[in-house]
């Protein structure tokens, strides 16, 4: 069984629509949700994830991990299961004495081979435990419109050098999730769930793929 990740952009949607399907893909089968709002600021962000939250029915809730992108406020005074961030984020802090070890996860976006060898030592080095890192973007999205896609080649390469859990992102739908997976071990969308007219249907067709 897939864990599915949902990246969040209000942007895609209405207000209305952005909590109704944040809670319907949660319900259904998402897994893990990433908050990514990254132009609000901490207390805009800690509404959200508040919002969010509270929506969800308890059991759900519990199967849930509810990530904040950057936000280092949200991540240390809310519930909040972890903290997602750039990788150069991520280097800024270790260099700063950051103090991660606080229970809870890590996530990392890369973009090439070379970073997830550097990533690998720098929490050799720092004793820091990395729960999960994206790879992307795999095939052509609007999000990323005009960039070459790296492709199922970032997938091959980059998880051979990590234990860490490898989440490809980009372009990901249910006519190459299957494809996809053979190369990562599980998946993240954006667009795809929160445009989607019908977000149960989305999600059932994604987990179903393998």
């Known amino acids: 069984m897939i864990n599915l990740y949902l990246i969040t952009n209000r942007n895609l949607c209405s207000e209305q629509e952005y909590f109704e399907r944040i809670k319907e893909a949660c319900i259904n089968g998402v897994d893990n949700i990433i908050i990514r709002e990254k132009d609000l600021n901490d207390e805009e962000v800690k509404r959200i994830y508040d919002r969010i939250s509270s929506s969800l029915p308890v059991e759900v809730r519990k199967k ?10 949200v991540y240390e005074e809310t519930g909040c299961d972890g903290i997602h961030l750039p990788f150069w984020l991520f280097k800024e802090k270790l260099n700063e004495e950051y103090d991660f070890k606080i229970g809870k996860q890590i ?38 419109e005009g960039l070459k896609p790296r492709g199922l080649e970032l997938l091959k390469k ?3 050098l990590t234990k860490v859990k490898v989440v490809a992102l980009g372009g990901i739908d249910s006519s190459n999730a299957e494809e996809t997976l053979k190369y990562c071990d599980d998946i993240a969308v954006m667009s795809l769930i929160m445009k989607s007219r019908d ?11 393998k």
């Open 64 to 73: 849930t991990s509810i990530l904040v992108n950057s936000k280092f406020k």
């Open 107 to 144: 996530g990392l976006s890369l973009h090439s081979a070379e970073e997830v060898s550097e990533m690998e030592e720098l929490c050799s080095k720092y004793g820091v435990k990395v729960s999960y890192i994206t790879l992307s973007h795999i095939y052509e999205t609007k999000c990323k």
């Open 158 to 160: 980059g998880g051979k």
């Open 199 to 209: 977000v149960k249907k989305t999600v059932e067709e994604l987990i179903n793929c």
